[in-house]
Nanobody, 119 residues
């Protein structure tokens, strides 16, 4: 059974940092690209960042470029999202998601972790 479990969310002041982790099990992690999404209250879920199977290619939404870094450790079946210079607008539930290599659709989803940035 495939599971993606996020951790690292919480409450942080504006300008601070958090590192989210997503531990994967029940799938061949190295066959999957991984993404981080977020959803703020009343808004649609949006893609924040993506990394391919090897970590050699990444994508970032414009609103996080220069502040967030996605990375992965295939030996640990874990993907990370390092979030720096956090803003109140970053407050959302953050979701880890997995996709097959060369696919754009994300087939596997975590339960989400709350990130709250106070001003």
């Amino acid at each position: 059974q495939v599971q993606l479990v996020e951790s690292g969310g919480g409450l942080v002041q504006a300008g601070g940092s958090l590192r989210l982790s997503c531990a994967a099990s029940g799938l061949t992690f190295s066959n999957c690209g991984m993404g981080w999404f977020r959803q703020a209250p009343g808004k649609e879920r949006e893609l924040v960042a993506d990394v391919n199977w090897s970590g050699s290619s990444t994508y970032y939404a414009d609103f996080v470029k220069g502040r967030f870094t996605i990375s992965r450790d295939n030996a640990k079946n874990t993907v990370y999202l390092q979030m720096n210079s956090l803003k109140s607008e970053d407050t959302a539930v953050y979701y880890c998601a997995g996709r097959l290599n060369w696919n754009s659709r994300y087939n596997y989803w975590g339960q989400g972790t709350q990130v709250t940035v106070s001003s």
